[in-house]
C-alpha cells in the first residue's frame, strides 16, 4: 500500500520554506526522499533508517517518526532550483523493495 | 557515477504486441526494479529482482513479466500489450547494503495504441 503525502501540491515564493509530509499504515525500517524534475529521473535525497533521526542535505532536510510513521521533509528558503516532486518511499521490510507515494508537486516562483 | 540505461526513450507499439522494455546498469548492483509512473498515481512497483534468475512480485504485476538472466540486465516484458499500459517506465539498481538509494534510469514512454 502506497504512503500518502501531503500536500499534494504547494506553490512558494522564492526565499519560503515548506514542509513535505509522508504517512503510512506499515511500520516502517527506512524512508527514502527523491526528486523529480519535469521529463527527468528522480533524483536521491536522502534515506532515513528507523530510529527515529533527522538528517540535512543544504537547506532540505528530514525528520522520521518511526512511532508515528511518519516522516517529514522541510524545504527552508527555498530556490526555483527547488521546484519539482518530491516522492516518499517507504520500506516496511528492510528488504529493500520500495514503495513510493504520489507525490507532492512543489513549485517556486520568483 | 551509477548508470542506468533504459533502451528506448519513446517506444510506439500496438494493441496485443509483445513488448521488450529493456534495463542496464553498470555498478553490479544486486537489486533491479521496474516502476510504472502515472499523473496522479506516483510510482508503483511492478517487479523487483535481487538477484540473477530471482524475481519478486511488486504492487501490480497483473499483465507484465519480468526477466533477469544476467545480473546487469534486466527486462520487463508485456506479454499482450494493452492500452492501459500506455504509461512512463522506469528502471531502477539497488546496491545491496542497506541505506543505499535507488539509481533510476530517464525512463521510458510507452504508448500502446
Known amino acids: 500500500q502506497q504512503p500518502v503525502q501531503s500536500p499534494q501540491a504547494v506553490i512558494l515564493r522564492e526565499g519560503e520554506d515548506a514542509v513535505i509530509n509522508c504517512s503510512s499504515s506499515?511500520?516502517?525500517?527506512?524512508v527514502h526522499w527523491y526528486r523529480q524534475k519535469h521529463g527527468e529521473a528522480p533524483v536521491f535525497l536522502m534515506i532515513?533508517?528507523?530510529?527515529?533521526e533527522q538528517k540535512g542535505h543544504e537547506k532540505i532536510s528530514a525528520s522520521f517518526n518511526e512511532k508515528k510513521q511518519q516522516s517529514s521533509l522541510y524545504l527552508t528558503a527555498s530556490q526555483l532550483s527547488y521546484s519539482g516532486t518530491y516522492f516518499c518511499?517507504?520500506?516496511?521490510?528492510?528488504?529493500?523493495?520500495?514503495?513510493f507515494g504520489t507525490g507532492t508537486k512543489l513549485q517556486v516562483i520568483p | 557515477d551509477v548508470k542506468v540505461t533504459q533502451s528506448s526513450r519513446y517506444l510506439v507499439k500496438r494493441t496485443g504486441e509483445k513488448v521488450f522494455l529493456e534495463c542496464v546498469q553498470d555498478?553490479?548492483?544486486?537489486?533491479m526494479f521496474w516502476y510504472r509512473q502515472d499523473p496522479g498515481l506516483g510510482l508503483r512497483l511492478i517487479y523487483f529482482?535481487?538477484?540473477?534468475?530471482?524475481?519478486e512480485k511488486g504492487d501490480i504485476p497483473e499483465g507484465y513479466s519480468v526477466s533477469r538472466e544476467k545480473k546487469e540486465r534486466f527486462s520487463l516484458i508485456l506479454e499482450s500489450a494493452s492500452t492501459n499500459q500506455t504509461s512512463m517506465y522506469l528502471c531502477?539498481?539497488?546496491?545491496?547494503?542497506?541505506?543505499?538509494?535507488?539509481?533510476f534510469g530517464d525512463g521510458t514512454r510507452l504508448s500502446i495504441l
Open positions: 531502477a539498481s539497488l546496491g545491496g547494503s542497506v541505506n543505499q538509494p535507488q539509481h
Open positions: 506499515k511500520a516502517l525500517y527506512s
Open positions: 555498478m553490479d548492483h544486486e537489486n
Open positions: 529482482s535481487y538477484d540473477v534468475k530471482m524475481k
Open positions: 532515513l533508517l528507523k530510529g527515529g
Open positions: 518511499g517507504t520500506d516496511s521490510g528492510g528488504y529493500q523493495k520500495v514503495t
